[in-house]
C-alpha cells in the first residue's frame, strides 16, 4: 500500500512538473514566434521604406523585357553595363530555387550585360527593326570571347539566347552608326570596351576587392577618379539580411565613342542623388553598407518550430513504471 502512495505521488508530481513545463514551453515558443513575427515585420517595413527610395528589385526601364517596337530611333548616348555575375547569380537563384548559375572561374570577373542606345530623359529606344533577325554563325570569330565574356549567367538558355536578346533589342537600334551596323560590329564594341574599362581592375586600384563593404560614394569616387566620368552604379537588397549586393555599374558614351557622364539618363530603377561633392547615379542606399560578395549568398529558410515532450508521453511513461513495479 505504501509503496502503491509512493508511486502516485510520483506520477502526480510529474505529471504536475510536466504541465508546468509544457506551460513554460508553450509561452517561450509564443514569444518566440512573436519575437520572429515583429522581426518580419519590421524588416518589411524597412524593405518596403527602402524600396520606395533606392531599392526597386526591378529591372530597369533601360533594360525592359517588354518587347516593343519604338517609333523614335534616334538616341544620344550608348550605356555600356558590366554585371558582376556573382550577384545575379544570387538575384536569379532568389526569383526561383530550382534556378542554376554558371559562374566564370576566375574571382575578380566581371561580364557584360548589354550595350545600349538611350535617348536622354526617355526609355529606349529598343527593337528599332521588327524585321531583323539573328544570326548566331556572323560570331564565329569571337564566339569562344561571347562565351567567356558576354555569357548566360542563368545556365538554362540555350547558346545564342542572351546574345538574340541583346542584338534585336538593343543592337538593332545601335545599327544606325556605321561602326555598329552588324552583329559583328556590335558585339566586338563591348568586347573591346570590357577589356578597357574593366571594372576589377578601376575598384581594384581604389582598393576594392570582392569580399568587402563599402558605400556607393566610395564606388563612384573610384569610376570617377579613374574614368573622369559619371557611371551609374545599380545594387541588389537583400531584405532577409538587410543587405544591398554590388550588380552592375554602367558608363556611357557619345556616338563617337567617347567617354561621358551619364547624367540625365532617364532614371529607370536609380535615383540622381546629391551629396556634398556630387551627385550619385544609383539604387543602392546612399548611407549603408554595399558588399561586393565573392560567394553567392546562402538561401536563408525561416525558422522551424522547436519540437515539444508532449504530456501524454509523459503519462504513458509513467503508466508503464507503474505497471511495471506493481
Known amino acids: 500500500m505504501g509503496r502503491r502512495c509512493t508511486l502516485w505521488l510520483t506520477f502526480g508530481a510529474l505529471l504536475f512538473s510536466t504541465q508546468w513545463l509544457d506551460v513554460i514551453s508553450?509561452?517561450?515558443?509564443?514569444?518566440?514566434?512573436?519575437?520572429?513575427e515583429d522581426n518580419a515585420k519590421a524588416i518589411?517595413?524597412?524593405?518596403?521604406?527602402?524600396?520606395?527610395?533606392?531599392?526597386?528589385?526591378?529591372?530597369?526601364?533601360e533594360d525592359s523585357s517588354v518587347e516593343h517596337e519604338d517609333e523614335d530611333h534616334d538616341f544620344d548616348i550608348l550605356i555600356f553595363t558590366q554585371q558582376w555575375p556573382v550577384t545575379t547569380c544570387y538575384h536569379?537563384?532568389?526569383?526561383?530555387?530550382?534556378?542554376?548559375?554558371?559562374?566564370?572561374?576566375?574571382?575578380?570577373?566581371?561580364t557584360i550585360h548589354g550595350v545600349w542606345p538611350t535617348k536622354l530623359g526617355h526609355m529606349g529606344p529598343s527593337f528599332c527593326n521588327k524585321s531583323a533577325d539573328?544570326?548566331?554563325?556572323?560570331?564565329?570569330?569571337?564566339?569562344?570571347?561571347?562565351?567567356?565574356y558576354w555569357p548566360t549567367i542563368d545556365g538554362q538558355q540555350k547558346l545564342g539566347y542572351f546574345w538574340k536578346h541583346e542584338w534585336l533589342k538593343h543592337g538593332t537600334c545601335?545599327?544606325?552608326?556605321?561602326?555598329?551596323?552588324?552583329?559583328?560590329?556590335?558585339?566586338?564594341?563591348?568586347?573591346?570596351?570590357?577589356e578597357q574599362y574593366l571594372m576589377s581592375n578601376i575598384l581594384g586600384s581604389a582598393g576594392i576587392h570582392p569580399d568587402s563593404n563599402s558605400t556607393v560614394i566610395a564606388l563612384q569616387r573610384a569610376i570617377v577618379q579613374s574614368l573622369g566620368k559619371n557611371p551609374s552604379i545599380h545594387?541588389?537588397?537583400?531584405?532577409?539580411?538587410?543587405?544591398?549586393?554590388?550588380?552592375?555599374?554602367?558608363?556611357?558614351?557619345?556616338?563617337?565613342?567617347e567617354l561621358t557622364d551619364c547624367d540625365g539618363v532617364l532614371p529607370g530603377d536609380a535615383v540622381p542623388i546629391v551629396y556634398p561633392g556630387g551627385t550619385v547615379i544609383t539604387n543602392c542606399h546612399i548611407s549603408k553598407p554595399i558588399h561586393y560578395p565573392s560567394n553567392v549568398p546562402p538561401t536563408i529558410r525561416r525558422m522551424e518550430k522547436k519540437w515539444r515532450f508532449p504530456v501524454v508521453n509523459a503519462f504513458k511513461l509513467v503508466q508503464f513504471i507503474m505497471w511495471f513495479t506493481l
Open 26 to 36: 508553450s509561452t517561450i515558443e509564443r514569444s518566440s514566434e512573436e519575437s520572429y
Open 134 to 148: 539573328f544570326d548566331l554563325d556572323q560570331l564565329d570569330q569571337i564566339l569562344a570571347n561571347l562565351k567567356t
Open 174 to 194: 545601335a545599327a544606325s552608326l556605321e561602326e555598329l551596323d552588324n552583329e559583328l560590329k556590335y558585339f566586338q564594341r563591348g568586347l573591346a570596351w570590357r
Open 235 to 257: 545594387c541588389v537588397y537583400d531584405n532577409k539580411r538587410d543587405m544591398s549586393y554590388l550588380e552592375e555599374i554602367r558608363i556611357c558614351f557619345t556616338k563617337q565613342f
Open 44 to 61: 518589411k517595413s524597412i524593405e518596403q521604406q527602402d524600396s520606395l527610395d533606392f531599392f526597386s528589385n526591378e529591372k530597369s526601364n
Open 92 to 110: 536569379w537563384r532568389e526569383e526561383d530555387s530550382t534556378h542554376a548559375c554558371v559562374l566564370p572561374e576566375k574571382k575578380e570577373f566581371w
